[in-house]
Every structure is written in C-alpha cells, then in structure tokens.
C-alpha cells in the first residue's frame, strides 16, 4: 500500500516561496510518475506538475516559470518548489503516485494560502 504525507504548506504573502514535500513508502520509487494537484474552494482538482525518472517534468501553464518539481529516488521523496506565489494558488496540494497505467495514490493534502 502506498503511503504518502505531505509537508510544507502555510500561510504566504505573495510573492513569497514555499516548498512542499512529500515522503512516500514506495517500493521501487523511481518506478513511479509523481505528481502535486490542487484544489482550491470551489474549484476542480487540477495537475500542478508531474515528473516521470527519465523525462522532463510537465507544468500546468498557470505555474510554468514558477513552480519547480523535483524528486530525490534515494530518499523516495518528490518536492515542489514555488515562488512568486499569488493569491490564486491558495490551495489544498496533494501529492499523487502512479505507476505504470495504474491509478493515482493520493496523500492527504497540505494547505496553502497565499495572502495579497
């Protein structure tokens, strides 16, 4: 079963930086796409950023030029770093494991609130 916990959230004023983290359980981790979505009040999930071992990293165009993700397969850990925060990216991240043509395993969700 995977398990995966995400820290690092909190409150921001803009323009400011975070960055989130999220410690797997995972077998074989570099297996793995990893990935961070949110949701923020009153809106759909939507992918953040996705990395795959051996392929570039995908950003949604809302964060590209911000946000960076990362992962460390040694430590079996993926991180989003994200600067120049606005108000928009107030959300609850979640941390997302997939592999192979599986579903996504989900951790629990960290908030993040950017203030203006």
């Known amino acids: 079963q995977v398990h995966l916990v995400e820290s690092g959230g909190g409150l921001v004023q803009a323009g400011g930086s975070l960055r989130l983290s999220c410690a797997t359980s995972i077998s074989f981790f570099s297996r793995y796409t990893m990935g961070w979505y949110r949701q923020a009040p009153g809106k759909q999930r939507e992918l953040v950023a996705a990395?795959?071992?051996?392929?570039?990293?995908n950003y949604a165009d809302s964060v590209k030029g911000r946000f960076t993700i990362s992962r460390d397969n040694a430590k079996d850990t993926v991180y989003l770093q994200m600067n120049s925060l606005k108000p928009e990216d107030t959300a609850v991240y979640y941390c997302?494991?997939?592999?192979?043509?599986?579903?996504?395993?989900w951790g629990q969700g960290t908030q993040v609130t950017v203030s203006s």
């Open positions: 990395i795959t071992s051996g392929c570039g990293p």
């Open positions: 997302t494991a997939k592999y192979a043509c599986g579903p996504n395993d």
